[in-house]
């Protein structure tokens, strides 16, 4: 005999799985072996169900449950909305929704208000059977399950903090230029050709180019920007900012890469968070807080030339609106009245033109005087002078060469320990005074006041002397075990030794300021001054006699080794 029904109500069966519950959909099934299971469970508790017809699957597959933004849920609810469904069925409360409040509000007011049935199967929930039980239950299911997810929530961000702190990459997508290693999907590895392309990008903004003239340069080429890459590459990313069918290289996605640590070995992470596991608004975190690490990976391009590239980021060195490059000199010679930046002008006279750089205030303004000098006399005196100055360099090398052999190398050991041993004896004497300070309280010749200022004033003293003795220490080992690196600057003048003109590249490299006072008094400060001056009074310590000749050259005259 069949059951008489009273009402006929047209289900939604809804369910969910979020990527932290496992099991997710991949490219080799089309759903979660824990989605089927779900719709299974759901299926079996409707059959004899004659009260219930099953009008639509609505499904969110990986898919956090602390909030509602998913498709599938919001799909349903248009069927609500539209009058198509009246009935929700879920396996469980926890597949509706872990967020408490909003749980709250669509099961306990907007349903009954639209007139749909809520059934949660293992939880025993029915709202056509609605009872004192149920208004219990419920909201304290929901804040349970909220709970669960604030907890989950904890426990991954703080996994992720122990990944990044071991210098482990954890991003979704890898930088331009690097991919994932097949042994280990925490590590980055270059990809040769998108590394290829960043060591061509630092390499044109070294020999002057712009960064809209490096990607107009890459456009025509036909290199592909980084969002077109990845898609090559299967990768699919949104772009909210794709203006054109194909994205291209622009002016700040040149400079993104000019300024990325990555390329040279840093990772850096952690700079952006949400507040909690409930609003998804993504914040930026101070920069103390950023986790950084260096040396984690290979690196594409080298720490010098990623500083010279950021010393250039940083100066006014825009192109002329016909020129593709920055003259040579751009950004490193200024006005030595005023320190602005001296700038090309171009002066046609007759059927020739003569270029000058000027001072950009005089331009602007005319505050300061032109300090004019022709160009081409600028760059052949900063070109001679260069030249000078790496063979003053490349001499010094050769002598440092010959001192840091046996026994010349002892004499700057013997150098440090004299150092070191005259600190000790400070250390000694500041004991020894902060003693004698005692019987001299004792004995009332200072008071309690003066006694407290002068015994933290040798503290003080002490404890600097102490942390330098350590430091000098720590000299000495590397000095006895070849692990010094303050002589890797004379590589770099070395490079350029057969240099036949002034480029670019050299300036930027070698050249710190070129400070102009007027046609005939320039002024040249060059990278490593420290360096090289260092340099020469070890050489002078050894015993050589170091002289500077009118036209710039230093003499060095060796002493003989006994």
Not at 122 to 151: Q, T
Not at 170 to 183: H, L, M, Q, S, V
Not at 361 to 374: D, F, L, M, S, V
Not at 514 to 533: G, K, P
Request: hydrophobic letters at 35%; one cysteine or more; charged letters at 30%.
């Amino acid at each position: 005999m069949s059951k008489t029904v009273d009402r006929i109500y047209h289900a939604a069966i809804y369910v969910r799985l979020s990527k932290e519950d496992g099991d997710v959909a991949s490219a080799a099934k089309a759903e979660s072996n824990s989605i089927s299971n779900q719709k299974n469970l759901i299926k079996d508790f409707l059959k004899g169900k004659d009260d219930i017809i099953v009008v639509s699957e609505r499904v969110d597959d990986g898919y956090s449950g602390s909030n509602f933004e998913r498709p599938g849920f919001q799909m349903m609810m248009e069927d609500i909305k539209r009058g198509t469904v009246d009935c929700v069925i879920v396996k469980d409360l926890s597949r509706f929704g872990r967020e408490y409040i909003d749980s709250g509000k669509y099961i306990e007011r907007l349903f009954p208000a639209l007139g749909v049935r809520f059934i949660a199967v293992n939880d025993h929930i029915d709202s056509k059977e609605e009872s004192e039980r149920d208004d219990i239950v419920v909201p304290f299911k929901n804040l349970m399950n909220d709970a669960y997810c604030r907890d989950i929530s904890i426990k991954i961000r703080s996994h992720l903090e122990v990944k990044r702190k071991n210098g482990e990459y954890i991003g979704a997508f890898t930088p331009y230029g690097y991919r994932k290693d097949e042994n280990d999907r925490n590590r980055l590895v270059p990809d040769l050709y998108a590394a290829g392309v960043v060591k061509d990008i630092f390499r044109m903004k070294l020999h002057g180019m712009s960064q809209t003239a490096i990607a107009e340069r890459l456009n025509r080429q036909g290199v592909l920007s980084p969002m077109e890459y990845k898609h090559s590459l299967g990768i699919r990313i949104q772009d909210n900012f794709k203006t054109h069918e194909q994205a291209e290289w622009s002016s700040m996605s040149v400079r993104r890469i000019l300024e990325n640590e990555v390329y040279v070995g840093t990772l850096i992470q952690g700079s952006h968070s949400t507040p909690n596991h409930k609003i998804k608004k993504i914040v930026d975190k101070p920069k103390e807080e950023w986790i950084k690490i260096e040396d984690s990976h290979e690196p594409v391009i080298s720490r010098r030339e990623f500083a010279i590239v950021q010393r250039l980021l940083g100066m006014d060195t825009r192109a002329s609106p016909n020129e593709g490059e920055v003259y040579v000199l751009s950004g490193l010679a200024v006005c030595a009245d005023c320190g602005a930046p001296m700038i090309k002008r171009n002066v046609p006279a007759g059927r020739k033109v003569y270029s000058y750089y000027i001072c950009s205030k005089n331009a602007a303004t005319k505050e300061c005087g032109t300090h004019r000098i022709p160009k081409e006399k600028l760059e052949n005196l900063v070109f001679e002078v260069l030249q000078t100055h790496i063979a003053n360099v490349l001499d010094t090398g050769r002598i440092l060469e010959y001192i840091n052999t046996v026994p010349f190398q002892e004499l700057e050991i013997k150098e440090l320990e004299r150092q070191k041993e005259a600190k000790e004896q400070e250390i000694e004497r500041c004991r020894g005074l902060r003693d004698m300070l005692y019987e001299d309280l004792k004995d009332g010749i200072v008071s309690k006041e003066d006694y407290a200022e002068l015994y933290e004033g040798y503290n003080n003293k002490r404890k600097k002397a102490e942390e330098t003795v350590r430091k000098l220490s720590h000299e000495i080992r590397n000095v006895l075990e070849a692990k010094t690196d303050k002589y890797e600057w004379l590589r770099y003048f070395k490079e350029y030794q057969n240099i036949s003109g002034l480029s670019r590249m050299a300036a930027v490299e070698l050249i710190d300021r070129v400070r102009v006072f007027d046609r005939n008094h320039v002024e040249i400060d060059f990278n490593f001054q420290d360096c090289f001056q260092s340099a020469l009074r070890q050489i002078q310590s050894a015993g050589c006699t170091v002289c500077t000749e009118e036209n710039g050259r230093v003499n060095i005259q060796e002493r003989e080794v006994v």
